[in-house]
């Protein structure tokens, strides 16, 4: 049983449009963080989130935490191919356990 | 400067070798992680090291152990490697097990 699932597991789009990526759990975290993953790098860090019902943008990035803090997503507005990677979300707790990640691909 | 580097970044070994991946950080954090990613893209934790505090992840085979010279280093050694072994590895690092991680580029491990 995975602690964090993500939802669409694949997505391709074409540039310009909108998307969201879902990380829910039936526990309850203290904070959650987002990664991106470009093809043969590891992960990078995007996003911290904290407070329940919190919402924080980066560019055309805007993520949120639900209210319960058992889930989060990451909306991107106009996706451009540069956005093309593995999004993951993670919990930290003993150790940093990452969902199971959204690899999304954008068209030019 | 790297803030932390893995090498070999590719390595192709035949089943029954045994194998070591280095792991450095310039970070000066106190905790390091190892991570198998496998061809579904999951991330799966194989071992912290914390403090000279090992948690490792029960499912990991005994043939894989992590080694710690000193803090900015964690080195994974691979004992008699198998065919499912192969995958890409990731090392990692963190001020505290609760702060961000940074990664290294990974090793694709081929095992044939």
């Known amino acids: 049983t995975q602690l964090l699932e993500q939802s669409p597991q694949f997505l391709s789009i074409q540039e310009g449009e909108n998307l969201t990526v879902y990380c829910n759990s039936s526990?309850?975290?203290?904070?959650l963080q987002w990664y991106r993953q470009e093809p043969g790098e590891g992960p990078v860090l995007l996003v911290t989130?904290?407070?329940?019902?919190e919402v924080k943008k980066l560019k055309r990035l805007t993520f949120q935490f639900g209210d319960a803090r058992k889930d989060s997503s990451l909306h991107i507005t106009a996706a451009q191919p540069g956005d093309t990677g593995l999004y993951l979300c993670?919990?930290?707790?003993?150790?940093?356990?990452f969902g199971t990640g959204t690899s999304l691909t954008v068209i030019p | 400067d790297t803030a932390v580097s893995q090498t070999p970044k590719y390595l192709v070994t035949q089943m029954g070798n045994d194998k070591s991946i280095k792991c450095e950080q310039n970070?000066?954090?106190?905790?390091m992680y190892w991570y198998k990613q496998d061809s579904k893209k999951f991330l799966k934790i194989m071992f912290s090291?914390?403090?000279?505090?090992?948690?490792i992840n029960e499912t990991v085979p005994n043939r894989f152990s992590p080694k710690s010279p000193d803090k900015a280093h964690l080195n994974l050694h691979i004992n008699s490697l198998e065919l499912g072994d192969s995958a890409v590895y990731f090392c990692?690092?963190?001020?505290?097990?609760?702060?961000?991680?940074?990664f290294g580029q990974g090793t694709r491990l081929t095992v044939v």
């Open positions: 993670a919990w930290t707790g003993n150790q940093f356990y």
């Open positions: 526990s309850v975290f203290s904070s």
């Open positions: 989130v904290v407070t329940g019902g």
């Open positions: 970070l000066g954090h106190d905790t």
């Open positions: 090291y914390n403090n000279k505090e090992l948690i």
């Open positions: 990692a690092s963190s001020p505290t097990p609760q702060g961000v991680a940074f």
